[in-house]
């Protein structure tokens, strides 16, 4: 299993950026996807999960970005997107994808340690 993230960048606040999880290896119906942030000093943190079963789909954020980021995933492909608009600078940081199987249910914050599989990260700044 391989998660390849991608689309972080400069964004002045207020600004949005539209991150990408790729997923390869397998079929990812019996997963829950997750993004996570690290800030320099500061530990792993939960950013928002995603569960799909059949043409149901279900998702969890925490609560700072909630209402201001959005995950969402690509029909039949297996690639996960994180929207985050509103950007402040207090949400710079890596973001990393993460995998896990069997899906947490019923979907919640997890923390980073219970999931399986990671991409590499990729690194979000905002300019205030």
């Known amino acids: 299993v391989q998660l390849q993230a991608s689309g972080g960048g400069l964004v002045q606040a207020g600004g949005s950026l539209r991150l990408s999880c790729a997923a390869s290896g397998r079929t990812f119906n019996d997963y829950t996807m997750g993004w996570f942030r690290q800030a320099p000093g500061k530990e792993r943190e939960f950013v928002a999960a995603?569960?799909?079963?059949?043409?149901?789909?279900?998702?969890y954020y925490s609560q700072s970005p909630k209402g201001r980021f959005t995950i969402s995933r690509a029909l039949f492909q297996n690639t996960v997107y994180l929207q985050m608009n509103s950007l402040k600078p207090e949400d710079a940081a890596v973001y990393y994808c993460?995998?896990?199987?069997?899906?947490?249910?019923?979907?919640?914050?997890?923390?980073?340690?219970?999931?399986?599989?990671w991409g590499q990260g990729t690194q979000v700044t905002v300019s205030s």
């Open positions: 995603i569960n799909w079963s059949g043409s149901n789909t279900y998702t």
């Open positions: 993460a995998a896990r199987t069997p899906p947490i249910a019923p979907l919640n914050r997890a923390p980073y340690y219970e999931y399986d599989y």
